[in-house]
C-alpha cells in the first residue's frame, strides 16, 4: 500500500559558520509506502540486487522493490535488529543488538527460506553500527563495552579495544580506516591493524550519530542533540553546520547529486499544528548550503537514508512505520 503526494516546499538555506543564504523553491514529490503496524523500521541500505533492505525494531528484516513490493523475514528470536549494509560478498549483514549477534541473509532469501547465518559476539556487546571494511570484512561497533569489531564473511570475529565505551555508527572513510562515532562527544578512527585515534568534539554531549564518507574526501556525520551537521577532515579540522538546534539529525548519506542528505527525527509542534521543526528530509551541499523537505505525514520520526538504485533518496520513518521516497527534481 502506498500513497504519493508531490509538493511544493519552500527551502531554508543555513551556511557552514556564519556564513547564511537562502535558496529557491524546488518541487519534489514524495512516495510513502506502508509497512504492517508496529513494524517500527530502521536503519536501510540499497542491495546487489536492486531492492532496497531495511531492518525492523519487530525483529524482521525487510526487502521492498523500488515500485513498493513489500517482503519481510522474521529472524528467529525476534529483539532488536538495527544497523544494515550490503558485505563484500553480496548478502545482507545486519546487527542484532538484543541478541548480541550478527546476522548474514543473502538476497535469494525467502519466507519458507531464510538461509540465514547468525554468528555470535563474545560477551554482553551490543552490536549497533555495521559497515563493509576496506579489507574484505564486516566491522562492527559494540554499544555495551569498549571494543570494535571485526568478522571475517567466514564467521571469524575479532575485537579491538577503544579508549571510551558506547561506539554507535561506522563508516569506511576516503583513508582507507574506519571511523566511528560516540554516544558522548568523540568520533573514533581505527586502521585495519587497530590503531586507534580519537577526535573531541565541543561540547561533551553533543551526541554524534550517523557517519559517512563524502564526496570531498572528508567524513560528514550528524549531531542529534546539538542539531548540528559536522563536516570533519581525516586529520580532525572540524566545520559545523546548524539546519535548527532542536531538529535531531540522525542519519546521513552521499546524494547521488553530491550533497550529504539527512533525516531530521524531531516533532516540534506550536499547540495543534503540524511539525514546525524537524519531521523533514535535510540537503547540505560540500560548501555548505541546507535545504530542508518537510514529509507529507507528520510526526514520523524519520531514522536512516540511503541512495536507491533508481536514484532517489529512501528513508525510513520509524514511528509512522513507512519506507519514503523522495525524487530529485
Known sequence: MRFAVAS??????????????IMPAAAQT??????PPA????????????ALWFTEAAGKIGRMTIDGNITEFPIKGGGVLHSIT???DGALWFTEFTAKKIGRIPTTATVENLKLTEFAIPGSTGPLGITTGPDGALWFTEAVGDKIGRIATTGEVTEFR????RSGAIATGPDGALWFTYFRGKVGRMTTTGAVTEFTISPENSSPGGITSGPDGALWFTESVSGKIVRMTTDGEMTESLPNPDAQPWGIATGPDGALWFTEAS?????ASRCIVGNRIGRITTSGSVT??????????THSITTGPDGALWFTEYYGSRIGRLVLP
Request: hydrophobic share 45%; charged share 15%; with cysteine.
Open 8 to 21: 511544493l516546499l519552500l527551502a531554508i538555506a543555513l551556511g557552514l559558520g556564519a556564513a547564511v543564504g
Open 30 to 35: 514524495f512516495t510513502e509506502f506502508m509497512l
Open 39 to 50: 513494524s517500527r523500521p530502521s536503519a536501510i541500505t540499497t542491495g546487489p540486487d536492486g
Open 86 to 88: 550490503t558485505g563484500p
Open 162 to 165: 577503544i579508549p571510551n565505551a
Open 267 to 271: 516533532c516540534v509542534r506550536q499547540q
Open 292 to 301: 530542508e523537505f518537510a514529509i507529507p505525514s507528520d510526526g514520523s520520526e
